[in-house]
Structure formats: structure tokens, C-alpha cells
């Protein structure tokens, strides 16, 4: 879904392309009063004019932004320079920028009645002049209309979709959804292949399920929690064990409910300056914390809120006719000649499958075999850092060199640290678990490091490679938690690229796969967005995989099957080796 300062060139392409030769009938429902997060005017009526000018006014509008970036901010509107942004040097104009890329619209009054709600069954879409043919590397439209339980028309924007083109022969591309903000949606599909394809919508969420996740994201952030393990010496030669439950410390969103004062143990990270909280054991000390586990999960939705998150990811009837791509002449293909080098954009689409592979549209990638790829990590020293998504990559790796030996360091696998080594061809292989939160079965807590500590550890140079993510684990906190993570390690980064700038910093970004109220893609894109704005001018490799996730014709699996997986490190290898 588009939304933000970058959002409005393509929001202007979106809109001469739609209006184009559509009739005055299609044009006039676009003209009506949008309730936008750029400024809520909702009783003022625009000026008949084209759709381009409306959203003109939009961007060029001084109204403060009301919308989830508002998690961002405190009840009164605190500042930058107030906030722990001023501590990272960001400008009013950088904060600004993230309100706008975090701007989602909603209804325009509280909805309690599930009926008004949006309806998957109800709502449609069609292909904006429909051809029998179309060529190679053409644009084709598809507007959304939705539609409540009762068949009516929405007139509120804010409904989570997802749309994707594909066809038998295995192939698919992602389509870029904007909301028009009046209860239509445009989407945008580039014609990457040669044969056969149709149109995908799905409702992942409807406007009124999204304030059901903001609303218990902005309230209780502590309904998933954790247990800390306390150990220590007891009487006549006995070890005493406790469990008690814990959390990031947080003062607000429902994370300042574990109390204050003498309840509880807390834990600075003196680099980071973030704290974990846990309730003080009976008959331990503090300094007897020893292991960390994931908890459990609070379900606080109540039985009406239940009925709106029921239609999730559901398919939307419109126009499924197949139509033919054809090519401009017999070796007519798209192809991307730029080498990869960091700080490309990624574009939307970012790329495309066919015959399951994916041809990325970023910079020109390899295809790497088990030869090819040790190749590529001769003398490498690579560290990953993040969650099981990451460990993935690791298990894959481990698969494609089969020289690459894994040591057994007697930890908890699901934790790590992990290190496997090739001494022939002078590789090592880390991956370890970000810092808390972290949901995990029981695990050191000293082998828990938060990743900007790691990187501020490394000398870096041409033989790193560091790649990390962050998302899963962080749906259910208040963004700003989120974003201190991200502007720590953005400073980490900065810092190791200053003092050895050789080194290769590749951040995946977040996969797609959650769909309830303790990880849903709406959280997990908020948390894409806010990592895509922290790193857009440092020189990082960005590997895109929401939308090799979002497009696949596999269901949707937070950890993805090895097709999507073994393309992904395609890319990852073609950014370290670009020839």
C-alpha cells in the first residue's frame, strides 16, 4: 500500500494513467471528498479538478499528520529535539518524513457495527480496459472497489489489500496498491513475462481490523511476555530456582503496567540504553538471572473485535479473465544491466518470478551453484544477526558449501550463536539471535547480544559481510521502541562504515507470512517501512523479500520454502559478487 513523502510521484503517475480516457462516470466518484492522513478537512468538498490536483493539495498540505505515526508521538505531540530522535542528530524534516511513511488512513468515526465493516465477498475489482493482448513491459490497472456486509459502498480508505499477477508456468510480480482514500484502491502491474496471466486481490485486513491491531498495539504491548530463570546457591549445598515473568521496559502501552519501584529487576544495556524488566524473584537476587524464554501471548481481543479480524486474508472477486503477454519480437525480454552496488533503490516491482526464479529488476544478479558460491565466499568472514528467517539463510549455506563444516558450540540452536567454517577456503559463518525481546525456548541470556553492540564490535574491511534483520519479534511493541532499535544499529552501521568502508552491510527486510493480532503483515509493514526510512542514504545493500514473499504462489509461511529461499540468496551472493 502506498503512503508517504515517496508516494507522490507515483501517486501523480497513478493518477494521469488512471484518468486517462476514463469516462466523466469513473472520474467523478474519484473527485469526491477523501479523508487522507495528510490532513483530515473531511467536511471540506474539493474543487472539481483532476485527481492529480487533489493529491497536490494533499502533499503541499500544512495540517499535522493524524494517523499510526502518531504511536510515534507522545499524547502531546513531543518533538524531535525532545525525544530520543534529537539523540540521534534527526531533523524535524527526517521525523517528518517518517510520520509520513508510518501514515495510514481509517475510518473517519469509531465502527462498532462488523456489518459497515469491509466485506472480501462483497468488494471487487476490475482491469482498467481489459485487452485480450498485451506486450511485454506494459503497464496494465486494476481499480478496487469495497464494499461492506450490506453491498454498500465504503467511502473511507484504510483497507489492507495485497494484489499480484500471475500465471501457470510458475510466475508472479507484485502490484503496488494505493488507496484513493475513498473506499477505492488503484493498483499497478508491470507485464514482466511472456504468456499467460491474471489478477490476484486479497483483503488482508479491512480498515476496521487495522484499528483493532493499532488499538491493542498502542495498549498493551505486554500481551506477549516472556520468563526470566533466576539461579543461584540455596541452603546446605541446594540450588534454588525461580521463574518470573518479564519484558522491555517501556513506559507506556500497556508495558509500564509491571510496576515500579522495589517489584522488579531491571537491566540497562549501558551502549544501547535500552532496559529489560523482569518481576524480582522471592528468594534470588537480581544478578541470579542466568536464562530467557519466550512466555506466552495474552489474548485480550474481545469478542467483537474477534468478528472484524475474522476476514483476514481473503481472496476479492473481479475480473479473473487470463490474458497474453506477447513479446516485442522473438528475443524481446526485460533486462537489468546495472551491476549491484549498495545503495540502490528497490523499486516496486522489484523484481518477478518465472519457472520459479526470480529475476530481480534491482541490479543484475547471478544464478550461483555449490562451486560458484564457495567461490564467492572464499575468504569471507560473514555474520548474520536477526531472527530464524536469517537462520535460514544459514541452514541454506550450510547445504550449498558442502565444505562448510558447523561447529557444536553447546548452545540452544534456536538462539544461537551458530559458527560453521570451511578451512580450505578460509569461510566462517555466524548467525546469532538479535538481543530481547526475542521468543525462544530457553536460552542463555549472555548469549543474547542486540545487534548494533555486535557491529560496534567488528573491525570490518573487504573480507566482512554483515547482514541482519529485525521484525517478527517486535509486532507487538510501540513503534518508537522499534525505531530506537533500528537508529542504534543505523549509528553502528554508520560508524563501521566510516572506519572501514570496504565492508558489505546487507539488511533483509521483512517477509510476509503473519495474520492475527500478535503478528500481522500490517504490523510487520509498519516495521518495513520504519528500516527502509532509517537506512535510505547509508551505502547498505537492501535485499527485498516482502515482495518475493508477498507475489509467490506458495501459501504465505513466515519461514518460506526453499524455492523463495534459494533466490534470496541468489541475490544476497550477487551483492557480494557481483561478477
Known amino acids: 500500500m502506498i503512503s508517504g513523502e515517496n508516494s507522490w510521484p507515483a501517486l501523480l503517475d497513478y493518477c494521469d494513467a488512471l484518468l486517462a480516457g476514463l469516462p466523466a462516470k469513473a472520474i467523478k466518484p474519484l473527485q469526491l471528498v477523501m479523508w487522507s492522513c495528510l490532513g483530515k478537512e473531511k467536511e471540506k468538498q474539493p474543487p472539481h479538478s483532476l485527481l492529480f490536483q487533489h493529491f497536490a493539495k494533499l502533499h503541499n498540505s500544512t495540517n499535522s499528520v493524524t494517523s499510526p505515526a502518531d504511536s510515534i508521538r507522545s499524547e502531546e505531540t513531543e518533538s524531535p529535539t525532545s525525544s530520543f530522535y534529537s539523540e540521534f542528530g ?21 465502527i462498532t457495527n462488523v456489518s459497515v465493516s469491509t466485506n472480501p465477498a462483497h468488494s471487487t475489482f476490475v482491469i482498467h480496459n481489459l485487452k485480450d493482448s498485451y506486450q511485454i513491459g506494459e503497464e496494465i490497472y486494476v481499480m478496487i472497489h469495497a464494499r461492506d456486509f450490506g453491498n454498500n459502498p465504503k467511502h473511507y480508505g484504510g483497507d489492507f489489500f495485497q494484489a499480484k499477477l500471475f500465471s501457470s508456468k510458475k510466475a508472479s510480480v507484485f502490484g503496488e496498491v494505493v ?10 502491474f508491470l507485464l514482466p513475462w511472456v504468456g499467460q496471466a491474471q489478477v490476484a486481490v486479497r483483503l488482508i485486513h479491512s ?9 491493542h498495539r498502542d495498549t498493551d504491548s505486554d500481551r506477549v511476555f516472556f520468563y526470566g530463570y533466576f539461579e543461584g546457591p540455596g541452603p546446605n549445598g541446594t540450588r534454588l530456582n525461580e521463574i518470573v515473568k518479564c519484558n522491555a521496559k517501556w513506559d507506556k502501552n500497556g508495558l509500564e ?3 515500579t519501584g522495589d517489584c522488579c529487576c531491571e537491566y540497562k544495556d549501558s551502549r544501547t540504553g535500552e532496559e529489560w524488566r523482569c518481576q524480582k524473584p522471592k528468594s534470588l537476587p537480581c544478578s541470579a538471572r542466568v ?25 476479492v472477486n473481479g475480473q479473473k479473465s487470463i490474458f497474453n503477454i506477447l513479446p516485442f519480437n522473438e528475443s524481446a525480454r526485460i533486462d537489468v544491466r546495472e551491476k549491484c552496488h549498495p545503495g ?16 530481480s529488476f534491482v541490479c543484475k544478479t547471478r544464478k550461483f551453484t555449490p562451486q560458484t558460491t564457495t567461490q564467492c565466499l572464499k575468504d569471507k568472514h560473514i555474520y548474520m544477526m536477526g531472527d530464524s528467517t536469517l537462520r535460514q539463510w544459514f541452514e541454506f549455506l550450510l547445504k550449498a558449501v558442502p565444505s562448510l563444516k558447523q561447529m557444536n558450540l553447546h548452545v540452544q540452536y534456536q538462539a544461537g550463536p551458530l559458527l560453521a567454517v570451511d578451512v580450505e577456503n578460509n569461510i566462517d559463518l555466524h548467525w546469532r539471535a538479535h538481543g ?19 557491529i560496534e564490535d567488528l573491525a570490518g574491511g573487504p573480507h566482512t559481510v554483515i547482514v541482519f534483520n529485525l521484525g517478527p519479534h517486535f509486532t507487538t511493541y510501540p513503534l518508537d521502541f522499534f525505531t530506537h532499535r533500528v537508529l542504534r544499529i543505523h549509528k553502528a552501521v554508520v560508524d563501521l562504515l566510516q572506519r572501514a568502508p570496504a565492508t558489505a552491510v546487507i539488511i533483509k527486510t521483512v517477509n510476509t507470512g503473519y495474520k492475527d493480532v500478535f503478528g500481522s503483515d500490517w ?11 532509517a537506512f535510505q542514504d547509508v551505502g547498505v545493500y537492501i535485499l527485498d523479500v516482502w515482495q518475493m514473499t508477498a507475489c509467490h504462489y506458495n501459501k504465505e509461511n513466515i519461514h518460506p520454502g526453499p524455492v523463495i529461499i534459494k533466490n534470496e540468496m541468489d541475490i544476497f551472493l550477487s551483492f557480494i559478487c557481483p561478477e
Open 90 to 110: 534527526i531533523s524535524s524534516e527526517r521525523y517528518s518524513s517518517l510520520q509520513q511513511a508510518l501514515c495510514w488512513a481509517g475510518p473517519d468515526r469509531s
Open 291 to 315: 536464562y530467557h524464554s519466550m512466555g506466552g501471548y495474552s489474548k485480550r481481543v474481545t469478542a467483537k473485535e474477534a468478528k472484524f479480524m475474522q476476514q483476514t486474508n481473503k481472496g
Open 344 to 359: 540502490l533503490h528497490s523499486p516496486v516491482p522489484a523484481g518477478f518470478y518465472l519457472n520459479d526464479v526470480w529475476t
Open 523 to 533: 504490523y510487520s509493514l509498519q516495521l518495513d517501512r520504519i528500516l527502509r526510512w
Open 436 to 454: 530481547v525481546p526475542l521468543r525462544c525456548r530457553k536460552t542463555e541470556i549472555a548469549n543474547l547480544h542486540y545487534i548494533s553492540n555486535e
Open 179 to 188: 488507496d484513493l482514500l475513498n473506499g477505492s484502491y488503484s493498483v499497478r
Open 257 to 259: 503496567k509491571k510496576g
Open 207 to 215: 480498515s476496521e481490523a487495522v484499528q483493532v491491531l493499532k488499538h
